[in-house]
T-cell receptor, first 115, second 113 residues
Framework: GAGVSQSPSNKVTEKGKDVELRCDPI?????LYWYRQSLGQGLEFLIY????????KSGLPSDRFSAERTGGSVSTLTIQRTQQEDSAVYLC?????????????FGSGTQLSVL | AQSVTQLGSHVSVSEGALVLLRCNYS??????LFWYVQYPNQGLQLLLK??????LVKGINGFEAEFKKSETSFHLTKPSAHMSDAAEYFC???????????FGAGTRLAVHP
C-alpha cells in the first residue's frame, strides 16, 4: 500500500475487555515495529518483528500484551483484560530492511481509550 | 542503556526567527540519532538522521542538526521559522542495531506571527 495503515483509528472499550489492533505495513517491508505514545510515558518501544518472528519483545508492558505477524505482512497487537493505564495511542511502523539506518515509516496510530 | 533528553517541553518563536530545539543523548557506542516531527493528527515523520557520516545533517523542510560527540548533543535548527513548522518534535537514538528507538519526551514548537 501507499503507507502504513492501522485500524481502527479509534477504539473505546470497557475495562476488562480484550482488544485487537491491526497494522498493515508497506508492501515488501520486512521489519515491523509497535510503539505506544501515552501522556505519562511518552513514546515507548513495544515489540519488533523481522518477518514473522519477534526477536525483541522487551517493551511489552505485561503478559496481557501480545502480538503476532502472519505472512510477513499484517500484524495484530492484542491487549487482554484492558486496564485504564493501557489508554494510549498505539503506533505501528515498518521499514524495508532491519538496519538502524533504514527509514522508518509510521502509521497514524490507534487511539485506545479504556473506560 | 541509551537515553535521550530534550530540554524544553515547549518552545515558542516568532515567524522568521531561528528555531533551536535541544537534544542530548547518552550512548555507550557510536549512536544513530534521529529527529522526528509529529504534526497535529498525523503520524510521526522522519526529519533527518545521523548515521556516522557527516556530522552536519540536512533534513526536510529546511531543518538541520549537528552531531557533537564532545557535547553528546544533536540539536535541531532552522534559520527561519514558518507557521507550518508548528508541531511536536522528537529526538531519538537507536538501540540494538535495528530501529528500536529510544525517544525523548518531545518538544512542542509554537510559531506566532
Amino acid at each position: 500500500g501507499a503507507g502504513v495503515s492501522q485500524s481502527p483509528s479509534n477504539k473505546v472499550t470497557e475495562k476488562g475487555k480484550d482488544v485487537e489492533l491491526r497494522c498493515d505495513p508497506i508492501s515488501g517491508h520486512t521489519a515491523l515495529y509497535w510503539y505506544r505514545q501515552s501522556l505519562g510515558q511518552g513514546l515507548e518501544f513495544l515489540i519488533y518483528f523481522q518477518g514473522n518472528s519477534a526477536p525483541d519483545k522487551s517493551g511489552l508492558p505485561s503478559d496481557r500484551f501480545s502480538a503476532e505477524r502472519t505472512g510477513g505482512s499484517v500484524s495484530t497487537l492484542t491487549i487482554q483484560r484492558t486496564q485504564q493505564e493501557d489508554s494510549a495511542v498505539y503506533l505501528c511502523a515498518s521499514s524495508r530492511g532491519t538496519g538502524a539506518n533504514e527509514k522508518l515509516f509510521f502509521g497514524s496510530g490507534t487511539q485506545l481509550s479504556v473506560l | 542503556a541509551q537515553s535521550v533528553t530534550q530540554l524544553g517541553s515547549h518552545v515558542s518563536v516568532s515567524e522568521g526567527a531561528l528555531v533551536l530545539l535541544r537534544c542530548n543523548y547518552s550512548s555507550s557506542v557510536p549512536p544513530y540519532l534521529f529527529w522526528y516531527v509529529q504534526y497535529p493528527n498525523q503520524g510521526l515523520q522522519l526529519l533527518l538522521k545521523y548515521t556516522s557520516a557527516a556530522t552536519l545533517v540536512k533534513g526536510i523542510n529546511g531543518f538541520e542538526a549537528e552531531f557533537k560527540k564532545s557535547e553528546t548533543s544533536f540539536h535541531l535548527t532552522k534559520p527561519s521559522a514558518h507557521m507550518s513548522d508548528a508541531a511536536e518534535y522528537f529526538c531519538a537514538v537507536s538501540e540494538g542495531g535495528y530501529n528500536k528507538l529510544i525517544f525523548g519526551a518531545g518538544t512542542r514548537l509554537a510559531v506566532h506571527p
